[in-house]
Structure formats: structure tokens, C-alpha cells
């Protein structure tokens, strides 16, 4: 019977080590941080695991890890990587043309402005594009720079007080653009009613439910296994026993 109990033991060990899927993997520990750190707030149990020099890995259990990706996606998570100024313009190997050059130092600048503004608590997702003066050589027309910036943050994010602020180090960081050029969106993140709904107690705990009610099981059916067996010892010595009667009466 103790073989049978160690036996569904292991089974239910295995069955709950089985119950978790790996959302994402190949972090660094600070993105993973923040990932548990998001799904834990949202009712999800979140865990961090390291993968040496591959990085970190966020698990989760198997029954929120869709709510779990619908999570992350709305937080805007991972974070994106911007380009630094020097990283657009290392490497270089020809000679450039002028439109080429222009086109990198934009996108240069929508980098480091985009990872700025991604900086201010509450920012979830910020977004910088950045027109430079263009010259039309034809017919000499002059269009002047001009930018826009996207934001989207939690409620309670103090970058709704920063919108001059904004627009201002906008202006600054792109060549002669002046700041009425400078165009800024917020938008507030609101939770959907199916991702904010809280998780229901018993998928939180039906792994280990069905597990515990494999072990209850597995002791049973060995008890009544043993219960058969000295049953059926028994039985063979309670048939003997009418002849040897007969044989002492004779």
C-alpha cells in the first residue's frame, strides 16, 4: 500500500508541475521584474525564473495565460528598445545621400525623444515622429519641421500636467522647429471590463483540486486493493477447513 501511496504522489507532483506555461522568455531581469510586477497587480500568479545568459523567463498558470497576454499587451510590455543617435549612425560604410541622412537623423531623433517620454511615471507607450525641413528643389518651396507625440499612460500618471513640457523639449531636441509645431495626444488606458474581472476561485485552485482528488483516489483504490488480496488469502483456508472435519469424524 506505501507503494501504491508513493506512486499517486509523484503523479499529483508531476500533474502541478505541468500547470504553468512560460509567457515570455529572453528578458532582461528588469522587464521581467515589471511583468510580474503588472500581472501579480491584476490577480495573475506571475513568476520570474532566470535562464542564465539567455536571460529571464515570466511563467504563469495555464488558466490566465490568455487573460495573461491580453495583460501585457495593454501594458505596453516588454518595453520597446529605442536607437540612440549613435546606433543609427554607426556602421556607416558609403557615403550617404542628403535625403538619407535626413531621413536617419528623424527617425534618430524620434528614438531618443520616444525613450524620454516613455521614461515619466505611468507612461505606458510613447510615441515621437518627427518631420525635419524638407527644400524642394524644383520649385524651391520650403516646408517647415514639424512633430508629433503620442502617449499613452494610467490614470493617475503625472504626464497630463507635462503637456508644455513635452512640447517644448520636443522643439528643442529637432532643428528649427518652433513649438507650435508640436503636436501632443494623450490617451488615458482603460482597462476592459474582461481583463479588470477578477479571477474566479475555483480556477485558481482547480489544479490542485484535481490533483488532491487523484491522490484521495489512488490511496483508496490501493486500499481496496490490499482489503481484496487478504480476502482472498483468507478464502481458500475457509474452503479447507469443512474436509479436514470430515476427515477427523471418519
Not at 509523484?10 to 500547470?19: E, I, K, N, Q, R
Amino acid at each position: 500500500m506505501r507503494l501504491y501511496g508513493i506512486f499517486a504522489l509523484v503523479l499529483a507532483l508531476t500533474a502541478l508541475s505541468g500547470c504553468r506555461e512560460t509567457l515570455y522568455t529572453g528578458m532582461t531581469e528588469a522587464d521581467a521584474n515589471e511583468m510580474v510586477y503588472v500581472l501579480l497587480n491584476r490577480g495573475v500568479d506571475a513568476k520570474k525564473e532566470s535562464l542564465g545568459k539567455t536571460g529571464f523567463a515570466v511563467t504563469v498558470d495555464q488558466e490566465s495565460f490568455t487573460r495573461s497576454l491580453e495583460i501585457i499587451k495593454e501594458h505596453s510590455l516588454p518595453r520597446e528598445k529605442f536607437q540612440s543617435l549613435g546606433s543609427v549612425f554607426s556602421g556607416q560604410g558609403m557615403i550617404s545621400s542628403q535625403l538619407e541622412e535626413q531621413s536617419r537623423l528623424a527617425f534618430a531623433i524620434s528614438q531618443e525623444l520616444s525613450n524620454t517620454f516613455s521614461k515619466i511615471d505611468g507612461v505606458l507607450d510613447a510615441r515621437v515622429h518627427v518631420v525635419l525641413m524638407h527644400n524642394e528643389q524644383g520649385t524651391g518651396i520650403v516646408s517647415p519641421p514639424s512633430a508629433s507625440v503620442f502617449v499613452r499612460h494610467v490614470k493617475d500618471s503625472p504626464v497630463v500636467d507635462m503637456v508644455g513640457g513635452i512640447r517644448e523639449t520636443t522643439a528643442r531636441a529637432v532643428p528649427g522647429l518652433d513649438i507650435a509645431n508640436v503636436s501632443v495626444v494623450l490617451e488615458n488606458f482603460k482597462e476592459s471590463v474582461v481583463i479588470t474581472a477578477p479571477v474566479r476561485p475555483e480556477s485558481a485552485v482547480s489544479p490542485l483540486v484535481y490533483a488532491l482528488i487523484g491522490l484521495i483516489g489512488a490511496f483508496l483504490g490501493a486500499g481496496l486493493l490490499a482489503v481484496f488480496l487478504k480476502i482472498k488469502r483468507k478464502k481458500p483456508a475457509a474452503e479447507a477447513s469443512p474436509s479436514n472435519s470430515q476427515s477427523q469424524s471418519g
